[in-house]
């Protein structure tokens, strides 16, 4: 009885220091009865990354925004390279065509101003989401076209990131 009641007390502590994950998106498709689930971890500049699973698919998606309008096109095979901590560069590659999406904000004609977004999603698998949950990712390079935009995580989001991608595997 001892010994089960020890069994039961280290069980607690251990899953009380357990990552708790919480998710952006956790819906359940009505007719195929498919589950996605999707976290959302901050990046600098304003930009969020998200991993997501549905249908035993992985992918990570990019929201990034920009003042001004943006015209770059984002084609299927366009990469976003993230650096992690051990060194390794990993390669995602879109899985689709994206344009960006402009749009006007501020009050009154002469404070009105545009900014454009990209939200576009990179097709991963689990090996890849596992390395980003087991090491920091210190670098982003984003590409749009023939541009690219680098961009250093600051050591305040990496853990972040790394929490978000080891949600998705659970």
Known sequence: MKTILSLLLCM????????KCKYDVETTDAFTGTKTIGTTAKLPQGALIGFNLSN??????????????????????????????????????????YAPTSYVYGQGTSAANVKSYYK????????TMGKIAANQVT?????????????????????KIMNAAACILK
């Open 12 to 19: 607690t502590l251990t899953s009380s220091f357990a990552q």
């Open 139 to 159: 670098d982003l390079k984003f590409f749009m076209g023939v541009n690219n935009l680098p961009i250093a995580v600051d050591e305040k989001f990496r853990e």
């Open 56 to 97: 035993n698919k992985y992918w990570v998606g990019i929201f990034i925004e920009f003042f001004g309008e943006k015209n770059d096109k984002i084609a299927k095979g366009d990469s976003l390279l993230l650096k992690l901590g051990n060194g390794e560069i990993i390669t995602l590659y879109t899985n689709d065509n």
């Open 120 to 127: 576009p999603n990179y097709t991963a698998d689990a090996a």
